[in-house]
């Protein structure tokens, strides 16, 4: 039951994250709310109700139609309008920042919502317009419906004002960069700190299961997992980590004994993994596209420092942040059983995706090299305790003088990076230290 009801939600979290699951939910809903209004138009209170705002209800069937129509002319105009400006975000978010944001952008539940209440009410109205002087029906003209269609037309306009607003904040780079920042720092805090760790068994003798689909690793139903292995008595070691790319056939797993085809079959349900990028999945998906807003502004068609300036800065943040996150790398059981191994996503791994793409596009930009030395800098400051990234960050430090040498020749710009080494040298204190420039 459990592997069905995993599989499930798989499908469930597919579906809800489409741009047509909250319009066609709404669109439904407003279609029943037709039927309801109509079926209470003789109602004893309904027309008392009518009774006391008999001015502003119509009772003419052609004023009705005319009425009507108008309204769904509108409210389709202003829907076309409204889909135009969400492709106008979209087209612009993928040439000028990354593809890997525009899921982020579409499963914006305001704008879905929004589409859906201008669909919902055109499909409300386009019910009404079939029901006037319809045979079989106790009236000619739906009064009270139409008046709750002039209503709706009315909340549509001010959604769409609103609309537009929101559209023009999520055209900016400043805005998106700073959600993509919240999003990942929020993940990030959702981690657990500083949790002790275990020493890995030896898998030597372990069945090795490979990977039965592609894409990446997004989640691991840790409970239902545990409890499975538990059921079973065996052991799990997963290879890869969370937010990595798995290619079908790939040792993917290893269990501690062997276990019929069935039993392996009912394992997969337990991972989750799918091709779209969305920071809510993993905080590593943050990363990357703040990453890589920040290269594609250093792309010689934008030409945007400022906007790669920015990313480094919040990426500096979020690095530091990083820094104090030390993942279990195991599942435990409510028993805390260690019977599901994980590798937890390496920082020198996550060092390498973001910052090496920066330090390539960017080298010969001297205000992107400061930044990312101020960067390097903050982040030894925060392990200057602990010390455990300290060689890394200083590898760094090395590789950015190295590509980017070569193009530095002008004394201000020297002055500026020497600068930054300087603050380094003090904080890394009789280590290692930089030679200037």
């Not at 004893?44 to 129509?69: F, M, P, T």
């Not at 390498?352 to 960017?362: A, D, M, S, T, W």
């Not at 960050?393 to 020297?414: A, G, M």
Request: charged share 25%; hydrophobic share 45%.
């Amino acid at each position: 039951m459990k592997h069905w009801m995993n599989i499930l939600s798989k499908y469930y979290q597919r579906i809800v994250n489409s741009i047509a699951f909250y319009p066609t939910i709404i669109a439904l809903a407003f279609m029943v709310f037709s039927i309801f209004v109509m079926r209470i138009e003789f109602n004893d209170l309904v027309i008392e109700l009518k009774s006391n705002i008999e001015r502003v209800l119509v009772h003419d069937s052609n004023n009705a139609r005319l009425i009507l129509g108008t309204i769904v002319g509108s409210l389709i105009s202003l829907m076309v309008f409204s889909f135009s400006m969400v492709m106008i975000v979209l087209n612009r978010a993928t040439s000028t920042l990354s593809p890997r944001v525009i899921p982020g952008l579409i499963s914006d539940k305001f704008h879905q919502i929004v589409l859906g209440f201008y669909l919902g009410s055109i499909i409300y109205s386009l019910i009404l317009i079939v029901n006037i002087d319809a045979p079989g029906v106790d009236f000619s003209v739906p009064s009270l419906g139409i008046f709750v269609s002039m209503i709706l037309a009315i909340v549509c306009m001010g959604l769409f004002v609103y609309f537009i607003h929101s559209i023009s904040q999520k055209i900016q780079v400043d805005f998106i960069l700073n959600d993509i920042y919240k999003l990942t720092k929020k993940e990030l805090t959702d981690v657990d700190h500083d949790n002790a760790k275990i020493e890995l068994p030896d898998t030597s003798e372990w069945i090795t299961c490979l990977a039965k689909d592609s894409g990446y690793l997004k989640k691991i139903d840790g409970p239902g997992l545990t409890e499975f292995c538990k059921k079973h008595e065996f052991r799990l070691n997963v290879k890869v980590s969370i937010g990595s790319f798995v290619v079908k056939e790939y040792p993917f797993i290893e269990i501690s004994k062997e276990l019929d085809e069935e039993v392996i079959d009912q394992l997969s349900s337990y991972f989750t993994l799918y091709t779209e990028e969305r920071v809510s999945d993993h905080y590593l998906f943050g990363f990357k596209q703040i990453s890589e807003i920040a290269v594609k502004a250093l792309s010689p068609g934008i030409n945007d420092p400022g906007t790669a300036v920015k990313a480094i800065d919040l990426l500096s943040d979020l690095l530091t942040k990083l820094m104090e996150v030390d993942e279990q790398n195991y599942i435990p059981n409510s028993e805390d059983e260690p019977l599901v191994f994980v590798r937890p996503v390496p920082f020198k791994d996550v060092m390498f995706q973001i910052i090496v793409p920066i330090r390539e596009y960017g080298k010969k930009d001297v205000s992107v090299l400061v930044r990312l030395l101020d960067c390097i800098k903050h982040m030894i400051y925060s392990d200057i305790h602990r010390k455990r990234f300290t060689s890394l960050l200083i590898s760094y430090v090395d590789n950015f003088l190295t590509c980017s040498e070569e193009y530095i020749d002008n004394e201000l710009d020297k002055e500026s990076i020497n600068d930054r080494l300087r603050e380094i040298n003090e904080c890394l204190g009789k280590e290692e230290q930089f030679q200037l420039l």
